[in-house]
């Protein structure tokens, strides 16, 4: 075996065992991310009803962009953003028009997730981590190199994913300044208070009866959340 090969064996070894690592903190908490995958989704569920009832929502032909249904979270100086699952539209150029091949396509009950940390020179924000979570279960898409800092950022995902079954407002009221729906920025004390705009908070309306069910459901599956 040539010495490059032997590396880049050696490599994927080390890639592999990295992989179990982080599938096994998964499978530790798989009640806890399957839970939260249900109210994530039961949230988007809301905004799409809620949008199509003010005429926001799917445009007839389907969407021909990601609407905006999602929440992002403030975690210290962290962020979370999860959003459903999209399939893109596909479109291809004629003569200057773009004509629609097929629309993008919302899948409620799939969830992407984001770990983000803004950057301090440049302006926005960098992803850390991300993860598909459905039916399946939950899927690494991106992580870091470092596996410490994989595991940090796998760590702030799964305690806000607790957070949010145990008490939800408080994790949105932690955003202050800009709407954990929309990120439209807030202006009302009231809004201030809950990290919630005056439209969004519609979407909530559900949420304790939405949680208690999956509490009930994934109760006696699981000792490692409890409240
Ligand atoms: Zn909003």
Known sequence: MSKAVMKREAQLTAHYAQKAEYDAIFAGNKQAINACGELLSSIFRAEERIRTEDGHGKPEGGYLRRPPIGVRLE?????????????????????????????????????????????????????????????????????????????????????????????PYKVFAQNSDHCSCCGKTLTDAISMTRGIGPECIRYFGHLEETIREIKEKYRDLDADWVC
């Open 75 to 167: 975690i210290g100086d962290r962020y979370l953003t999860a959003v459903p699952g999209f399939t893109h539209p596909r479109k291809r150029w004629n003569n200057g028009e773009i004509s629609i091949l097929s629309p993008g396509e919302l899948h409620l009950d799939e969830v992407y997730v984001e770990v983000l940390i803004q950057q301090k020179d440049l302006k926005g924000k960098s992803v850390m981590l991300s993860a598909n979570i459905n039916e399946d279960g939950i899927k690494l898409c991106q992580w870091r190199q470092d596996p410490a800092a994989t595991k940090m950022y796998i760590a702030v995902m799964i305690d806000t994913f607790k957070d949010l079954l145990d008490d």
